[in-house]
C-alpha cells in the first residue's frame, strides 16, 4: 500500500528555516513525480513546489521561489522540502503527494492522486 509520511513541522519565527521530509513506503519514488502543496486556514489547496522523478526539474511557486527548495533522495525513498527566510504567511498545513511520472524531466503542481496526512507549519513571534 502506497503511503507518504510526513515530519519536520513546527513553530519557527519569521526569518527562520524548517525541513520538511517526506518519507515513502510501499512503493519506490524512482517512478514518481512528487509535490508539496499546503493549505492554510479558510484558503484553497495551494501548489508549493514539484520535482520529477528523475530530480532534474523542479518548479516552484511565485510566492516561495528563492525561498524553498526541493530535492529527492531516491535511495531513502525520501523527498524533502527546505524552507528558508519563512514568513508569517508560510504558515500552513504542509502535505507531500505523488503521482506516477509522465516523463522523468518534467513535473507539474497538478494531477496527484496520492497524500500524506500533513505536518504543521507555524511562523510566528
Known amino acids: 500500500q502506497l503511503q507518504l509520511v510526513e515530519s519536520g513541522g513546527g513553530l519557527v519565527q519569521p526569518g527562520g528555516s524548517l525541513r520538511l521530509s517526506c518519507v515513502a513506503s510501499?512503493?519506490?519514488?524512482?517512478?514518481?513525480?512528487i509535490g508539496w502543496f499546503r493549505q492554510a486556514p479558510g484558503k484553497e489547496r495551494e501548489g508549493v513546489s514539484c520535482?520529477?522523478?528523475?530530480?532534474?526539474?523542479?518548479n516552484y511557486a511565485d510566492s516561495v521561489k528563492g525561498r524553498f527548495t526541493i530535492s529527492r533522495d531516491n535511495a531513502k525513498n525520501t523527498v524533502y522540502l527546505q524552507m528558508n527566510s519563512l514568513e508569517p504567511e508560510d504558515t500552513a498545513m504542509y502535505y507531500c503527494?505523488?503521482?506516477?511520472?509522465?516523463?522523468?524531466?518534467?513535473?507539474?503542481?497538478?494531477?496527484?492522486?496520492?497524500w500524506g496526512q500533513g505536518t504543521q507549519v507555524t511562523v510566528s513571534s
Open positions: 520535482i520529477s522523478s528523475s530530480g532534474g526539474t523542479t
Open positions: 510501499g512503493f519506490t519514488l524512482n517512478y514518481y513525480d
Open positions: 503527494a505523488a503521482k506516477p511520472m509522465f516523463s522523468p524531466y518534467v513535473c507539474y503542481l497538478s494531477g496527484y492522486n496520492s
